[in-house]
């Protein structure tokens, strides 16, 4: 009888360790993936924003016959005016909306993101003008002459660019600079010359149209800062600067009596600062690492 006790006794506490046993083998928690976010893969959005372009340039005018001399009842004699009008002074240039796309490519490594990027945008930003004045003497009985010149620099119709980028994450921030080639379509620009009476030449404004549209290529560079405030979706600030170099065109400029009062070249240098809020839809979204 007490060997059959002990028998059973033996069992049931066999039997309650497996079962304890069983339940802690069941109560052991699995590994769960974890999302690690990434900026690599593709990336797709739009901008809007601000910029300006405080435009400088030049104008140089070949010999002129602004005056003429009378001496009655003798025949008028020109007086020639050497060229060299100088540098004009911008007027602090002009400002516009822009707005459009951008399509690009991130590769991150550890904290670094590497990546190339092109955008578009239209504008209705128009460049900056400039003035310079000159008042030409005459010899006896001859009255001066003061010319006034304006050259405006056309517009910008659209601006396109194609830039690589480089930055460092921050949690889910990343701060990049970047840079590379432009191109932009600028339209003609004009010259306008006002000048005082002479004795043969009356007063007057006269405009030249000094070309059509143009399309130039220049460099820009800028930075910004991206937030990637959903695993596909991010909001960035960016910041650039870009140049398209000088554009030189001869004018000229008739007199109001069939002949031409002036001929001259007008240099400008177009530069446009940037400002825009961008959104981007990334294709990928955060990658799922397996423990």
């Given at each position: 009888?007490?060997?059959?006790?002990?028998?059973?006794?033996?069992?049931?506490?066999?039997?309650?360790?497996a079962?304890?046993?069983?339940?802690?083998?069941?109560?052991?928690?699995?590994?769960?993936?974890?999302?690690?976010?990434?900026?690599?893969?593709?990336?797709?959005?739009?901008?809007?924003?601000?910029?300006?372009?405080p435009?400088?340039?030049?104008?140089?005018?070949?010999?002129?016959?602004?005056?003429?001399?009378?001496?009655?009842?003798?025949a008028?004699?020109?007086?020639?005016?050497?060229?060299?009008?100088g540098?004009?002074?911008?007027?602090?240039?002009?400002?516009?909306?822009?707005?459009?796309?951008q399509?690009?490519y991130n590769?991150?490594?550890?904290?670094?993101?590497l990546?190339?990027?092109?955008?578009?945008?239209?504008?209705?930003?128009?460049?900056?003008s400039?003035?310079?004045?000159?008042?030409?003497?005459?010899?006896?009985?001859?009255?001066?002459?003061?010319?006034?010149?304006?050259?405006?620099f056309?517009?910008?119709?659209?601006?396109?660019?194609?830039?690589?980028?480089?930055g460092?994450?921050?949690?889910?921030?990343?701060?990049?600079?970047?840079?590379?080639?432009?191109v932009?379509?600028?339209?003609?620009?004009?010259?306008?010359?006002?000048?005082?009476?002479?004795?043969?030449?009356?007063?007057?404004?006269?405009?030249?149209?000094?070309?059509?549209?143009?399309?130039?290529?220049?460099?820009?560079?800028?930075?910004?800062?991206?937030?990637?405030?959903n695993?596909?979706?991010?909001?960035a600030?960016?910041y650039?600067?870009?140049?398209?170099?000088s554009?030189?065109?001869?004018?000229?400029?008739?007199?109001g009596?069939?002949?031409?009062?002036?001929?001259?070249?007008?240099?400008?240098?177009?530069?446009?600062?940037q400002?825009?809020?961008?959104?981007?839809?990334r294709?990928?979204?955060?990658?799922?690492?397996?423990?």
């Amino acid at each position: 009888m007490r060997i059959a006790a002990i028998a059973g006794s033996a069992l049931l506490f066999g039997v309650v360790a497996a079962n304890a046993a069983d339940i802690a083998v069941k109560a052991r928690p699995m590994p769960v993936a974890a999302q690690v976010f990434s900026w690599t893969g593709f990336y797709v959005g739009a901008n809007v924003g601000g910029a300006w372009s405080p435009s400088s340039g030049s104008s140089d005018f070949g010999p002129v016959i602004p005056a003429f001399l009378v001496l009655p009842p003798v025949a008028a004699i020109p007086t020639l005016v050497p060229g060299g009008l100088g540098t004009l002074a911008g007027d602090g240039g002009r400002s516009g909306v822009i707005g459009g796309g951008q399509i690009g490519y991130n590769w991150q490594v550890n904290q670094f993101v590497l990546g190339v990027e092109a955008d578009a945008v239209g504008s209705g930003l128009k460049g900056g003008s400039a003035s310079a004045s000159r008042t030409s003497g005459a010899p006896l009985f001859a009255p001066a002459v003061t010319q006034t010149v304006t050259v405006d620099f056309g517009q910008i119709d659209w601006m396109a660019t194609f830039r690589g980028r480089a930055g460092v994450t921050v949690d889910r921030a990343l701060f990049y600079v970047t840079g590379g080639a432009a191109v932009a379509e600028i339209g003609g620009s004009t010259t306008t010359v006002v000048h005082s009476p002479g004795i043969a030449v009356p007063a007057g404004t006269f405009t030249a149209t000094n070309g059509g549209s143009t399309t130039r290529w220049g460099w820009t560079v800028g930075g910004g800062i991206e937030w990637a405030f959903n695993p596909n979706w991010s909001l960035a600030g960016e910041y650039r600067y870009t140049d398209f170099g000088s554009r030189s065109v001869a004018f000229t400029i008739p007199d109001g009596l069939g002949g031409v009062f002036a001929t001259g070249t007008s240099s400008s240098h177009l530069t446009v600062q940037q400002a825009t809020v961008r959104v981007n839809y990334r294709f990928g979204g955060p990658v799922v690492a397996k423990y």
